[in-house]
């Protein structure tokens, strides 16, 4: 097999091979030895004999070795009409997620300005839930499905390492928001008496939810990085990957055990805290018989209650759902290491994170479905979006001074319909609460 290999190549595999180690070995030392000599330092450095390398670093010289000397074909190289189906299965996801949890946060910024009724703690999480959900559609989703449906990563490692910090800092941020919220419902429906979270400790307990993620997420500020990779015919591709020190995954033990903490603390302990606290709410407000007879106000205020419980059941069971696939292939992959070589793979994963980024478009959709005040401000708002749309087309169509004075006046007129509408809208919902 030595003998088969050019000694140019030879010779420029091993320079390239002890630029990598860095100080460990002088790189014009390689043009001074014969071809003997250069099989024997090869052995040393892939073998790492009187080196001290780690068993990670050590393996990658051997993949940059193996790359170098035996090229193979270009994998995970998906034909174009894949490309194309995939992209239509992932479009109208993102742009749902992104459509709709804005929308969310211009509910409750801005018309709670106006509203004192949906100024409530539970609409501060939804807030900080819709961020989250909008950061990983905007910052993630996009670059991540172009990189898994060309297998490069085109975007440089700086925004690598920015990648995925964004990601695993949101994946937390929506698990300790969920915790959150389920926590606050079961304070104020089963003890009710102790139920103390006022707005300013909500708002100290999203600051605390975005730090305690921050400081999950640091590896991939340590740990991001990219490496370009080599293929028959002078291919070339670029990988965005964690390099961990004893390796790369699905080898590295350091990031198999990152990635059961990070499962424990983002899905397994919220999930299971979550099923508890929903529990004891639903034996509460569907199990409990109170004695004598409940006034109307009562008994609109348990139904209020149970609506809210059951869209935030809906919400965590979503969750599950849809994380559960993803959570789970990178645990197994790591204990079969074949699944990552097969051709069907890429297709897999792929349909693991839609239904992982799915989730994010999925939350706007269940508080229009089931909550009132929701489905009357998201309808309000895309039909004011259709007026102005309507008003600046008239704009381009009417140039004259007169005219333009016309469209401020429609504009106008648009704006106090608008207004006038909320406060129908508030009239009509005035008896949906949270509390």
Not at 18 to 42: D, F, H, I, K, Q
Not at 367 to 393: D, G, Q
Request: net charge positive; aromatic share 14%.
């Amino acid at each position: 097999m030595d003998d088969e290999i050019p000694d140019q190549l030879l010779y420029n595999c091993t320079a390239e091979l002890l630029l990598a180690t860095g100080p460990l070995r002088n790189v014009s030392s390689a043009w001074s030895l014969n071809r003997s000599e250069v099989l024997e330092l090869l052995t040393v450095v892939v073998n790492d004999e009187d080196l001290f390398l780690s068993s990670g670093r050590s393996n990658s010289f051997r993949e940059l070795l193996g790359e170098c000397l035996f090229p193979q074909p270009r994998p995970y190289d998906l034909p174009w009409w894949q490309k194309l189906v995939w992209a239509a299965v992932f479009a109208p996801m993102l742009l749902v997620a992104v459509g709709g949890n804005a929308i969310v946060m211009w509910i409750v910024l801005v018309i709670v300005t106006a509203h004192r009724r949906m100024r409530t703690v539970t609409n501060y999480f939804l807030v900080n839930l819709s961020v989250a959900d909008l950061l990983i559609s905007l910052l993630n989703c996009v670059f991540n499905f172009i990189f898994m449906i060309n297998s490069d990563w085109p975007f440089g490692a700086l925004y690598c390492t920015v990648n995925n910090f964004i990601s695993y800092i949101t994946v937390a941020a929506s698990a300790f928001t969920l915790v959150a919220i389920s926590m606050d419902r079961y304070m104020a429906i089963v003890r009710p008496l102790h139920h103390s979270l006022s707005r300013s400790r909500a708002i100290v307990a999203i600051l605390f939810i975005w730090l305690a993620s921050c400081l999950l997420a640091t590896p991939c500020l340590l740990y991001s990085d990219t490496m370009t990779k080599r293929y028959i015919g002078g291919q070339m591709r670029v990988v965005c990957y964690m390099k961990w020190p004893d390796g790369t995954y699905p080898t590295s033990m350091t990031e198999y055990m990152y990635n059961v903490v990070f499962l424990a603390l983002t899905y397994l302990v919220p999930v299971t805290v979550m099923a508890v606290c929903y529990s004891l709410m639903g034996r509460e407000l569907w199990g409990n018989r109170s004695i004598g007879e409940l006034t109307q106000r009562q008994l609109d205020a348990i139904k209020s209650k149970r609506k809210v419980v059951r869209m935030f059941i809906m919400v965590v069971c979503i969750f599950a759902l849809c994380w559960l696939p993803y959570h789970g292939f990178f645990i197994y992959a790591y204990h079969n290491n074949d699944v990552t070589r097969t051709s069907y793979v890429q297709h897999m994963y792929l349909t693991f994170y839609w239904f992982a980024m799915a989730n994010a478009m999925v939350n706007p959709a269940i508080y229009y479905w089931m909550n009132v005040r929701f489905r009357l401000y998201f309808k309000e708002i895309i039909c004011l979006y259709c007026l102005f749309k309507k008003v600046k087309l008239d704009t381009f169509e009417l140039p004259t001074t007169k005219h333009s004075r016309l469209t401020s006046n429609l504009l106008y007129g648009v704006i106090a319909q608008f207004r006038n509408k909320m406060v129908i809208t508030n009239k009509m919902i005035k008896k949906v609460t949270y509390r």
